[in-house]
Nanobody, 123 residues
Framework: QVQLVESGGGLVQAGGSLRLSCAAS????????MGWFRRAPVKERDFVAA????????YYADSVKGRFTISRDNAKNTVYLQMNSLKPEDTADYYC????????????????WGQGTQVTVSS
């Protein structure tokens, strides 16, 4: 069992930045690939970004490529999502998740989820 706790959400103006953090409970954190998803009101859960176990490979949704950066610190059992140039359409609840195998952009591949953190971008 892996417990994930997100933090760092909030209200920001368009063009601003936020950094989300996700702390994992287990020292085996480095065995999991990690991802970020988001769900806007009345919308499906969408893939945002994912990162390999070592952090050497990263993957992004087209909508955030060039603006968001995913990273991880295995010594701290933490994954981050740096969000720059935020737009109102980035408003959503953001969730981090962990998985050991599967398709990184498919939420069904993920085994563990955090409770989410809300991001609101005002225009």
């Amino acid at each position: 069992q892996v417990q994930l706790v997100e933090s760092g959400g909030g209200l920001v103006q368009a063009g601003g930045s936020l950094r989300l953090s996700c702390a994992a409970s287990r020292r085996t954190f480095s065995k999991y690939m990690m991802g970020w998803f988001r769900r806007a009101p009345v919308k499906e859960r969408d893939f945002v970004a994912a990162i390999s176990r070592s952090g050497g490979s990263t993957y992004y949704a087209d909508s955030v490529k060039g603006r968001f950066t995913i990273s991880r610190d295995n010594a701290k059992n933490t994954v981050y999502l740096q969000m720059n140039s935020l737009k109102p359409e980035d408003t959503a609840d953001y969730y981090c998740a962990a998985f050991q195998g599967g398709t990184y952009y498919d939420y069904e591949a993920y085994d563990y989820w955090g409770q989410g953190t809300q991001v609101t971008v005002s225009s």
